[in-house]
């Protein structure tokens, strides 16, 4: 069993940054995903980014790349995303997740879930 809680949102400007952070705590193995999700008012949950537990092996979704970045801090035993450039359409919940099997951007394939953390981006 994996528990994550997810830290971090609020309401910034556009143009502005976040960091979100994903503790995790349980049985976990430098073989899981661990990835990041969101999901909008009236819209899918859709993919953000993933990593390896171990570290390295970075993925993201086209409409991020260049302005998110995932990490893991062993120190913490978290996987942060940073974010910056935000913008308006960026609002959402942000989920973290972990996936027991390879890598995948399907939710369907994450195994356990966060609370979700709100992130609001303002015009």
């Known amino acids: 069993q994996v528990q994550l809680v997810e830290s971090g949102g609020g309401l910034v400007q556009a143009g502005g940054s976040l960091r979100l952070s994903c503790a995790a705590s349980g049985r976990t193995f430098s073989t899981y995903y661990m990835g990041w999700f969101r999901q909008a008012p009236g819209k899918e949950r859709e993919f953000v980014a993933a990593?390896?537990?171990?570290?390295?092996?970075?993925y993201y979704a086209d409409s991020v790349k260049g302005r998110f970045t995932i990490s893991r801090d062993n120190a913490k035993n978290t996987v942060d995303l940073q974010m910056n450039s935000l913008k308006p359409e960026d609002t959402a919940i942000y989920y973290c997740?972990?996936?027991?099997?390879?890598?995948?951007?399907?939710?369907?394939?994450?195994?356990?879930w966060g609370q979700g953390t709100q992130v609001t981006v303002s015009s």
């Open positions: 997740a972990v996936n027991r099997g390879g890598y995948s951007n399907r939710p369907v394939h994450y195994n356990y």
């Open positions: 990593i390896l537990w171990s570290g390295g092996n970075t």
